[in-house]
């Protein structure tokens, strides 16, 4: 099972990153997928979840409006479109996928599966 992100980088304040997350070994299709965030000194936190369909979808409410999260399961990998970047927005990012969804989930502790951060580094 592997969860492989990718995207990160520096960009300036305003700019944007799409960030892609391909899973490999696991049924993608079946999981909610979710992007968490963790900043220097700061806990990891829920950022964006998106449905198995891709039709439903949550944000954390510091990205709403300026974030988007979407899918390709034919492809199995999942996106993170991030616009009007902030230097708050910088931290690691990770993609995760609940394998068991009962419900798209903002809690770290319902996602089975963890992909190796990517870094966003957002400059002022």
């Known amino acids: 099972v592997q969860l492989q992100a990718s995207g990160g980088g520096l960009v300036q304040a305003g700019g944007s990153l799409r960030l892609s997350c391909v899973g490999s070994g696991i049924a993608f299709s079946d999981s909610v997928m979710a992007w968490f965030r963790q900043g220097p000194g700061k806990e990891r936190e829920f950022v964006a979840a998106?449905?198995?369909?891709?039709?439903?979808?949550k944000y954390s409410d510091s990205v709403k409006g300026r974030f988007t999260i979407s899918r390709d399961n034919a492809k199995n990998t999942a996106y993170l479109q991030m616009n009007t970047l902030k230097p708050e927005d910088t931290a690691a990012y990770y993609c995760a996928a609940d394998f068991h969804p009962r419900e798209i989930g903002t809690r770290r502790s319902v996602y089975d599966y963890w992909g190796h951060g990517t870094l966003v580094t957002v400059s002022s």
């Open positions: 998106i449905s198995l369909s891709g039709r439903t979808t």
